[in-house]
T-cell receptor, first 113, second 116 residues
Framework: DSGVTQTPKHLITATGQRVTLRCSPR?????VYWYQQSLDQGLQFLIQ???????AKGNILERFSAQQFPDLHSELNLSSLELGDSALYFC????????????FGAGSRLTVL | AQTVTQSQPEMSVQEAETVTLSCTYD???????LFWYKQPPSRQMILVIR??????QNATENRFSVNFQKAAKSFSLKISDSQLGDTAMYFC?????????????FGKGMKLTVNP
């Protein structure tokens, strides 16, 4: 157990729907990152939050949004889902911004039918 | 933009043998970090080893060691005494050392199979 908790582990939904993925970072970690792993794109950085504020943004679609709450957990919202959004979504956390060591959760597998 | 290339998509090795996984990267930065992550069938991303670019000494972690060639922008992973549990996808990754963001840039990965 890495200490980073992601829910749900698996999610099956239909095109056009909206889902929310949740991440609880390791105790004491202030920074949360979201990554998408798909067969065609590999592992792609989506977005980073540090202590509630957006710190860096990567290849995140406009249909996707994220936030980090005061208790430091984070949610990734995916809307108007398309077949191509089917992927493994990872959350990772680090102690602070600049720590350069990320701990990954087990991922949330999203299947869009 | 930084890029990470893993040219070998797949390798297999016999148990107890030594195997080397290759990785090259491209960056104009001078301060950065390089990583090898392991992803077993459980899908969990597990940090294997980390190298700071400013350190000349190659990092080692038990059976895992790297050959870091900064001028050549090469970062290979050597696994000694391979074990069945080493079977996994291995990803090489780059992180810029400046700017306050720990964005990891990953290679496409390499599937390693350790055979009994």
């Amino acid at each position: 157990d890495s200490g980073v908790t992601q829910t749900p582990k698996h999610l099956i939904t239909a095109t056009g729907q909206r889902v929310t993925l949740r991440c609880s970072p390791r105790s004491g970690d202030l920074s949360v990152y979201w990554y998408q792993q798909s067969l065609d794109q590999g592992l792609q950085f989506l977005i980073q939050y540090y202590n509630g504020e957006e710190r860096a943004k990567g290849n995140i679609l406009e249909r996707f949004s994220a936030q980090q709450f005061p208790d430091l957990h984070s949610e990734l919202n995916l809307s108007s889902l398309e077949l191509g959004d089917s992927a493994l979504y990872f959350c990772a956390s680090s102690r602070y911004s600049g720590a350069n060591v990320l701990t990954f959760g087990a991922g949330s597998r999203l299947t869009v039918l | 933009a930084q890029t990470v290339t893993q040219s070998q998509p797949e390798m297999s090795v016999q148990e107890a043998e030594t195997v080397t996984l290759s990785c090259t990267y491209d960056t104009s930065e001078s301060n950065y970090y390089l990583f090898w992550y392991k992803q077993p069938p459980s899908r969990q991303m597990i940090l294997v080893i980390r190298q700071e670019a400013y350190k000349q000494q190659n990092a080692t972690e038990n059976r895992f060691s790297v050959n870091f060639q900064k001028a050549a922008k090469s970062f290979s992973l050597k696994i000694s005494d391979s074990q069945l549990g080493d079977t996994a996808m291995y990803f090489c990754a780059f992180m810029n050392g400046q700017g306050g963001s720990e964005k990891l840039v990953f290679g496409k990965g390499m599937k390693l199979t350790v055979n009994p």
